[in-house]
């Protein structure tokens, strides 16, 4: 009786401590298909809604790339210093109701994010229905 109540005090203990970890700070990205770490994006508030902006191309062949395939404002714009996390605003353990920008081929998704754990975000992109689409996990950068 008392180690399953001492479990219970420890698991909301961990989980209230991942949930009172903020998104802000700058994250590693992987891409889900290659497993290899392309960039580091800063995920910063204004306005009360939450933005994400590449801010290091770790990739030295890419330092210069622009994005291309994007459209309207975007279009040609570097890759490097470009927000690619637009808008989302938070609900409960997570942050959701925006964009995300995939420059590889310049595609505007719906967005949501949320804390795997203090150091892992869980980024999913989809279209419609948050069924139909990707996650890639990010890392923060120490």
């Known amino acids: 009786m008392i180690k399953n109540l001492i479990l219970v005090f420890v698991l909301a203990f961990v989980t209230a401590g991942v949930h009172s970890q903020s998104v802000l700070g700058k994250w590693k990205t992987v891409d889900d298909k290659t497993g290899i770490t392309k960039s580091v994006v800063e995920i910063y508030e204004q306005d009360g809604k939450v933005y994400g902006k590449v801010?290091?191309?770790?990739?030295?062949?890419?330092?210069?790339?622009?994005?291309?395939?994007?459209?309207g404002a975007d279009k040609n714009k570097k890759i490097l210093g470009l927000t690619i996390i637009r808008g989302l605003e938070?609900?409960?353990?997570?942050?959701?109701?925006?964009?995300?920008?995939d420059p590889e081929n310049g595609k505007?998704?719906?967005?949501?994010?949320e804390l795997e754990a203090p150091n892992?975000?869980?980024?999913?992109?989809?279209i419609g229905f948050s069924l139909l689409g990707r996650s890639q996990f990010w890392y923060r950068v120490k």
Request: charged share 35%; net charge negative; proline share 0%.
């Open 55 to 71: 801010v290091e191309i770790l990739n030295k062949d890419r330092q210069d790339a622009v994005c291309d395939q994007c459209e």
């Open 90 to 101: 938070k609900d409960g353990d997570e942050y959701n109701g925006g964009h995300i920008l």
């Open 108 to 113: 505007l998704y719906k967005c949501y994010i």
């Open 120 to 126: 892992k975000l869980k980024v999913r992109g989809y």
